[in-house]
């Protein structure tokens, strides 16, 4: 932030502080409910403009939630204010908050055009495919392809087709489409081709009253290019402002993706009057030979027996290519409370070696790590889980009994229970579950986060690599702060041991840590336990292969977080 | 009051006072250590047997050890300030609860503090025992007491008295509420 907007802050917060109505637009009264004040940020604390920012219910770090609200982020560095305020509603618990990233080119505004009946739009592209074939014209991809090619920008494309309303089926190009594509099925014969399908599919989706014109245009910039996903983002939730339609970018396309498949039956019958339209056309037709006139109505019932197939694929091609481009262009899910504001600095790819290494670095110890703040992936606490806390506990006595009894448990694994029944209960407590066990094939990898060279020692080790984030780590492993620094891990080659019990982890309560209760860790992932070789530590130095850096403590870091108390005078309230 | 309400906070005080023991036994690790890296003394074995493996004489290892105890001693001791806090603020059956768990909690997350430091593998020592086997009779108490399934009637009703007794009795733990 530059100086003028501290020096803002600052005043904002002296007037706050001192009692009274905060002054300018800092706006008490508005931060009586729920809510949280969100920026997302550049790595040199620029602040990314025009992102669309999806806030959701808990969904364990991923996009995919249910949907609280979502827009498009607004700070500039001209801005006064370094947040913006989003309004929680009802919804007074933990949420999760993710991003698009940031298209740049501005808005564009077009007229909207005159509607004519749907009926009369169909049978003006049959009439034209018709005509085309009849006058011999050499049709060809280029001059066919219709507005899938042609240079309209995403924003144009967005804008016009919510300014326009649904549904709209008289516009230029959606017309010029179908007769393309109808033109490719059935003179160029080319029906094995699924991008022709899904050009007919984005045509005639667009007489769905529910989705429009919208669903076309989504539907052809994303087939062209999936990264564009933020961008037909920003632009629909921005042309929501001009119109006042109550349409939402991310919910609309989350839930198009679903009604893609769910209007297979519908765009069929379409399609199938389209030809049957087209059909009539060229029987009428009497400049063609008999035999050109009746290759055609073959190829037409052809296309009448293979459409609903064809439709169908398209639509999950269509599909596939929509949840593709969500998944693949939205950040990972940041938790933040109520009242709390949150900075995400924006991902770069890490270009820093994070390993292997044949040694341990100095630099995966993480100098300088804090331990203070609430772990990464905390979640609030409630009666439930600390009843399962203490059910576990309660039952993990009666585990080991159990496991005792089991004829079939490796005698390794029976002996270091044995050896040492106080610990190995202490153990089955950090288990969900009651574990099972399993004998280690020859050359198996096992991980393990460490804070050190010998950290290699511990006996609790993981199956996978951990996460990308710290915080999908902290909270799947439920490891505290204070216990690890998440600095690095290891692969170590097993066998020896020969087993080891394997289970879901327990949650970690953090009520042990004073300003951290209330909250925890939510546990859920695997643990492997190796069993003790007293004195000596069970995975000996020499079964190290590899030694990496955490991708959260890599030279240049992918997505960060930073949460802390909101105040009021931050926001654009 | 029931013998068992007795029995319970008889335990939550035992617990208590075995956290500040440990507490000291740290300090005496630190001392020894510092000693060996200051005047060469050989540390005991009862320390060797409890630090990471071949470790007792790399000074630098050492050094960072005496801090690492330093952040241990702060995690303990934080601990035993919740669990202080938790009793002495006890208003309903559920804090209860919460105080059950720090108690029984105590040796794991101690054990795990302790990582950088101590080999997760030692049973015994006189200087500075394991976590779980220096837990071993406050565990072994809990869960002879604490044998309802959580959440039942006999087990609302076992905190429910605890709770009372808290409450109109007697509170150890009542300097700690401001805290």
Redesign the interface.
Known sequence: MNQITNEYQKAQELASSEGGRVAADGCQHCHDGNWIHLRYEYPDEQAVTDATYVVQKPNGGEPGGEVITEGVLTVTELSRHKYIHVDLGDYDGEVEVFFFDDPTEPVPFEEPAPVEDERTWLERAAESVASGMASGAQWSWQTLQGDFNEDMSTGQIITNAIVTAVPVVDQVADLRDLIANGKLLIWEKRYTELGVWVGVFACLIGLVPSLGSLAKGVIKIIWKNASEMGRVLVYINKALHRTGMRVNGYRFVTKLADDVVDQVGFVAQKFDEFLDLTAQKVSLLKNLSPDIVNDALATIEELCRIGPQKINAAAHAIRERILRAIGDYATKAFAVLPGQSIIVQRAIRAFGKLGPYKSWQRAMGREGFD?APLEQGAKQIN?NI??R???I??AA?RWYNELLEDKKLPGTLREAMKQ?P??F??VL??FGSKPTYRNFDPGEKLYRVV??E??Y???FWSPAKPPETEAEWRARDAV?N???NGGGYIIAEVPPPPAAFVGDIAPQ?L????GK?GYYLEGGGTQIWLP???????IKSDQIDEYWYTDWNASVDAVRASRKAGTISECDL | MTSETQQIIALFLHADQMIVDYVAKLDQVQNHINARIENGVPLPNGIKIALHHDKENDISWLRKAVDDLDGDKQVIKGHLHQLRKTLGKADSDRSILQAELLVLDWSTNADRSMETVINQNYQNSDLLPSPPHYWAPIAQEWRQLFKYETNSQDDIAQRTSVLKYLQNVRNPWAGYRAT
């Open positions: 331990a009666e600390e009843v806390l203490a059910n506990r309660k006595p040492d106080e610990r209960i202490k407590e950090t804070n050190d010998k950290g020692e511990g006996q505290l204070e216990w690890n309560n009520a042990q840590i004073d209760e003790r070789d007293y004195p000596k530590p069970t």
